[in-house]
């Protein structure tokens, strides 16, 4: 009992969740207390203004720190509002005073919150007090009238008034309990005893009562009556009770000896018929054990003691001294023939037999046998021993004893020999590179990584950077020149005229003009000036402006004339275009003139500043790399046959599909007519919907061999995608992105590229004739193949050829022009796939490390391409993958011929990686050093095999293989209406004339 806070006891406290109600409410007083401790730290509350007022200062205070906060009153308002109530007078920001105040709200909060808490009145049946006070008593008080009532439950009345009783009458009901518990004490005390002694008895052991007890007596008295009248009868008369006990018990104990050695199987088992119990006559038994005794003190072999312990000693005596004068017999035989061997050579038993005689005899007779039977059966080996012996013996005097112990053990098998010392030689020379080359014997393929991975970081900074650094220094170096500040506009020049135009939002002075008057300034605003020819000549006035450097791209469509204005511009000159393309030509120029149709495609191709340039400035450089191609097909022809296979092309991790690589749909129905084609124009609209639907995340562009074939398709596609929800959507995304839909004939398609490029012939057999008719427009002209060359790497990951023609129909003889031959050699090469098959490269590994590689992956079930590439790189190992036929797994580099021949470290570890996973190589490279190899194969043979069949469980292919060559049709031999009807004829011929009516217009489709 609490007697300390016994005055507080009241009523309310003996109700269910006193403590639990007062507990919470002394935790929110101490928040409270601790929370107003924290605040007056900083600010006086003594005094604090209302609420509302402070609430209005928050919120101004909310609105956030500004300069010009300082002129409006309610800001004034509520710093001062702050400042009041501020111990330390400092300068504070805004966001720092309005937390306060927010900790004062908070404040009135709490407080709000402990005066309206219902436990006041509820269990202490007061009003909430101004300030706190000290719960601590109330709570003690509750917590012991939780404990009176739960004992008070068993044995008082639920009626009776507990709290009453313990304020009216405390000590009273203190000394009562007292005595109480003495006398619970006592008697707890003695019941432990009994109960002590009770659990002696097994009975017992889990009780607690006395009934029991004496139930256990009576049922003792009851069974001891005929035992007493045993006792009677059997003890005598002068016996006491002890020697009576003693008496009972010896023969107890004999009883169970007779039925111990009764039951003794394993003297049974020894005695056999000699066994009688406890009658039996141990004497012989004795005289038995003792010779066998004597037998084992003779130190016999073991299995001539057994033989004379089973059977009758004498006659065994006999037999055993026969066999031991045989054996002793054949031991003198043995040592002469041994005499008699050593006298050719060198000759040990031991080694011969594998067995020495001493450890098992019978052992050592068998294999004695079995080696003078080999020996009698090979005896025409001897000669080849004699001379092996010879050579053993000359391999052990040059240090080759350790090999021949291993041959001859046969730890080493004979064929693998060469191989075994070959073995033992280069690891030696490698263990000893390894220790005099510090560079090699602390390298690890862990650590190289991990610098390849920081230098590939690095070197991407370090471009971004310099980039910057050029602009800094560009800002830095850039001369503004103020010029002129006239009255009027034309008075004005550099900075000052442009300070006067940049304002207005369409300047009233011509470009040109204000080239000439602000060049300098403009200039230092902006160095690089990107234009074309003709913007040069028409913006530029001689002699105005001069640049550094001039760089032209695509120069092998200037002509020299067009470019010479830009050329004198500028202090040096960097010429950039590929002379394999489009030389400037006359073919617009042709076409506005009135000819005749054999002669719409008279071109003639000029020189241009590139071949001039080219001429005169050496040695010129070529850009190998090519990176454009997202498959190795789509270059693969141009640079075998016009680059001399000279450009790096690195290999795709998939064969050719109908998303990737190049493919051709053979039309063997369509006609040409009218330098149009029908049939394709449909085909190839067809497959524009198609790509529209399945690829809408790849670009595309459509070309044609003529200018009517490309108006034709035009318009029937326009026709087609008026009103194609997804069409609008693919050309609108495109468009954004500057990679719009185009139809486009051959002659202006160079400089653009796509994801996809479809491709019409247009030229075919001519209706009713099975010949094709040998002229294909400017292909068959002068610099024919430059066009074909600008066609064919258009596309960054397909090409697919709409054709009326197979190879065959395209007639070749000493007079084909050079563009006649390349379209018949392109369509062979589709149809053949004869310079596409990126492992078609016939090499053979670069070392004896990638070998080891090739045969670890092969057995373990893998097929493997060693040199994988087309032109000027190769992967050294690409592993096909066994699920998915027509892709590659995997590609495994090794620090081979092909790692060390690079130039550039950027090259080696940073360029080629990133170009080999934009071809879809990422994250399935695997690369392994040759000094982690040597030293530990095992452990990279089994990262090695982990990553592939991590690969086999994680990597999908993005796409799927498909022929190169497909054939369509839309007539088959069992069609009723030929293609030759007259009525389809006049059909197709309609189509066409009414889409090409005003064609001029369709110039460049887009």
Request: hydrophobic share 40%; charged share 25%.
């Amino acid at each position: 009992m609490p007697e300390e806070h016994i005055h507080l006891q009241r009523s309310e406290l003996a109700k269910i969740g006193a403590t639990q109600a007062l507990e919470s409410l002394l935790c929110l007083q101490s928040k409270w207390i601790a929370f107003r401790a924290e605040i007056e730290e900083s600010l006086y509350i003594d005094n604090l203004p209302s609420g509302e007022n402070i609430k209005k200062a928050i919120l101004t205070l909310r609105e956030g720190d500004r300069w010009y906060r300082v002129f409006q009153s309610q800001w004034r308002s509520a710093v001062s509002l702050h400042k009041s109530l501020q111990r330390n007078k400092v300068k504070m920001q805004g966001k720092n005073r309005l937390a306060q105040l927010e900790k004062i709200i908070e404040m009135f909060q709490l407080e709000q919150k402990w005066k309206t808490d219902t436990g006041w009145k509820e269990f202490l049946g007061i009003d909430p007090p101004d300030d706190p006070i000290s719960l601590d008593g109330f709570i003690s008080l509750a917590k012991w009238n939780g404990l009176v009532l739960s004992a008070a439950e068993s044995f008082i009345s639920k009626g009776e008034n507990y709290v009453e009783i313990a304020v009216s009458q405390p000590k009273l009901l203190k000394r009562e309990f007292m005595v109480l518990k003495i006398e619970l004490d006592s008697f707890n005390h003695a019941f432990g005893v009994i109960n002590s002694e009770l659990r002696r008895h097994h009975e017992f052991a889990d009780g607690n009562l006395l009934e029991p007890t004496f139930d256990k007596v009576k049922s003792f008295i009851r069974e001891m009556n005929p035992i007493i009248d045993f006792i009677n009868n059997a003890a005598r008369d002068e016996s006491l009770y002890a020697d009576f006990v003693m008496s009972c018990e010896a023969a107890l104990e004999r009883r169970e000896l007779e039925l111990e050695i009764s039951r003794n199987t394993e003297v049974k088992n020894l005695l056999g018929d000699f066994f009688a119990g406890v009658n039996t006559d141990i004497a012989d038994a004795f005289d038995v054990l003792k010779f066998g005794q004597s037998i084992d003190q003779l130190n016999l072999f073991p299995f001539i003691q057994e033989a004379l312990r089973s059977k009758h000693p004498i006659e065994i005596a006999k037999e055993i001294k026969t066999a031991f004068e045989n054996i002793d017999a054949g031991l003198v035989a043995l040592a002469k023939f041994e005499a008699d061997l050593k006298s050719f050579g060198s000759f040990d038993q031991t080694t011969w037999l594998g067995v020495k005689i001493e450890d098992d005899l019978s052992v050592f007779a068998q294999s004695l046998y079995k080696r003078l039977d080999g020996a009698i059966q090979d005896a025409h080996l001897l000669i080849p021993w004699s001379l092996y012996v010879a050579r053993r013996k000359e391999a052990d005097q040059i240090g080759l004893v350790n090999f021949l112990i291993l041959l001859e053990s046969k730890q080493l098998d004979a064929a693998d020999l060469s191989n075994d010392y070959a073995y033992c030689t280069y690891s030696t020379i490698v263990r000893k590179i390894f220790q005099t080359k510090p560079e090699l014997g602390g390298f690890t393929g862990l650590k190289h990584n991990q610098i390849i991975a920081d230098f590939r970081r690095l070197d991407k900074e370090i471009i971004k950077l310099r980039g910057r650094e050029i602009a800094v220094d560009c800002l830095i170096r850039a001369y503004l020149p103020r010029g002129s500040n006239g009255v009027r506009v034309d008075d004005k020049t550099e900075m000052s005229l442009l300070n006067l135009l940049i304002p207005q939002q369409r300047p009233r002075m011509p470009v040109r003009k204000i080239l000439l008057k602000a060049g300098k300034a403009i200039q230092g605003l902006k160095p690089c000036f990107m234009m074309g020819p003709q913007a040069v000549a028409q913006f530029l006035t001689p002699g105005a402006i001069k640049f550094d450097i001039v760089i032209m791209d695509e120069a092998s469509q200037l002509k020299p004339e067009e470019a010479i204005g830009a050329i004198a511009r500028g202090g040096q000159l960097v010429i950039v275009g590929d002379p394999k393309q489009l030389p400037p030509t006359s073919f617009f120029a042709a076409r506005n003139q009135t000819v005749s149709t054999d002669e719409e495609f008279t071109i003639t191709d000029a020189e241009s500043i590139l071949d001039i340039c080219t001429s005169h400035f050496r040695p010129t450089r070529l850009l190998k790399w090519h990176y454009r191609s997202q498959h190795h097909s789509l270059i693969a022809f141009s640079n075998h046959n016009w680059y001399g296979d000279d450009l790096i092309v690195f290999p795709s991790p998939y064969d050719q599909g109908s998303k990737l690589g190049v493919r051709a749909v053979y039309l063997s129905d369509a006609t040409y007519e009218n330098q149009t084609n029908i049939r394709e124009a449909r085909r190839v609209v067809d497959a524009v919907v198609d790509h529209i639907i399945q690829r809408p995340n790849d670009s595309l562009g459509v070309v044609t061999l003529n200018m009517k074939q490309r108006d034709l398709i035009a318009e029937l596609l326009e026709q087609r995608l008026t009103d194609d929800e997804s069409a609008v959507l693919y050309r609108e995304k495109w468009s954004a992105e500057g990679q719009s839909l185009f139809v486009k004939n051959l002659e202006n398609v160079q400089g653009d590229e796509r994801d996809a490029i479809i491709i019409s012939t247009t030229f075919g057999r001519p209706h009713g004739s099975k010949v094709v008719r040998q002229n294909f427009g400017p292909i068959s002209k002068q610099g024919g193949w430059r066009r074909l060359n600008v066609l064919f790497t258009r596309a960054k990951k397909s090409i697919t050829i709409y054709t009326s023609m197979k190879p065959e129909d395209i007639v070749m003889d000493y007079s084909t022009p050079e563009g006649t031959k390349a379209l018949r050699n392109y369509l062979e090469y589709i149809r053949t796939g004869l310079l596409t098959s990126a492992d078609q490269t016939g090499r053979e590994p670069d070392s004896d490390f990638e070998i080891a590689v090739i045969d670890l992956l092969r057995n373990k079930g893998y097929e493997v391409t060693p040199q994988l590439g087309v032109a000027g790189y190769s992967i050294d190992i690409a592993v096909k993958n066994p699920d998915m036929p027509g892709s590659y797994l995997a590609a495994i580099e090794c620090d081979g011929a092909t790692y060390h021949s690079a130039l550039s470290v950027r090259d080696r570890d940073r360029i080629r990686q990133e170009i080999l996973e934009s071809l879809g190589w990422r994250d399935r490279i695997w690369r392994i050093w040759s000094t982690d190899w040597f030293r530990t194969p095992r452990e990279e043979a089994e990262k090695l095999i982990g990553f592939l069949e991590n690969l086999r469980k994680t990597w999908k292919p993005e796409y799927s293989y498909s022929e190169s060559w497909m054939e369509e049709s839309l007539y088959t031999p069992d069609t009723v209406e030929p293609i030759s009807e007259p009525m389809v004829i006049d059909e197709e011929r309609a189509v066409v004339s009414s889409a090409l009516i005003e064609s001029e217009e369709y110039l460049d489709i887009e």
